[in-house]
C-alpha cells in the first residue's frame, strides 16, 4: 500500500489516496492481513475486514518542467538537423563550423568579462 506521494518542485500530485487504518493491536496474530474478496482487496484490522480504498492518484510533470523538455527535445532535432546537413553539403559544414567556433567564442569572452568584473 503506498502510504505518501509527495512533488516537489516540478513533480504534480493530484488525487486523494486513502485506505483502512490499521492500529498497532499487539495481541492478535492476523492483524494486517491481507485477502482477496470478491474482486476486492480486504485488509484485517484486528476486528473486521475492511476494504481497501479503490481512489486513483495521477502523477504529472509541471507545465514549466514539460516545456524544458520539449525545448530540450525540439534543441536536440536541430542540432541532429545541422549535423546532417553539415555532412551532406560541405558549405553547410564550413559555416556550422563557424557558428560553433563563434558560440566557443562568445563563452570565453562571458567567462572572462565576468572574471574581470569580480577582480576590479
Known sequence: MIENINGLNHVIVSGNPSGPYISNYNNQTMVGMVR???????????????????????????????????????KMAEEAELQRLSDENPAVKIAYENVKRAAEQLKATIILSKDEQTTN
Open 36 to 74: 482477496y474478496n470478491n474482486g476486492h482487496l480486504e485488509v484485517y484490522d484486528g476486528n473486521s475486514w475492511l476494504m481497501l480504498a479503490t481512489s486513483s492518484v495521477s502523477i504529472d510533470l509541471s507545465g514549466s518542467a514539460n516545456a524544458a523538455i520539449s525545448w530540450a527535445l525540439s
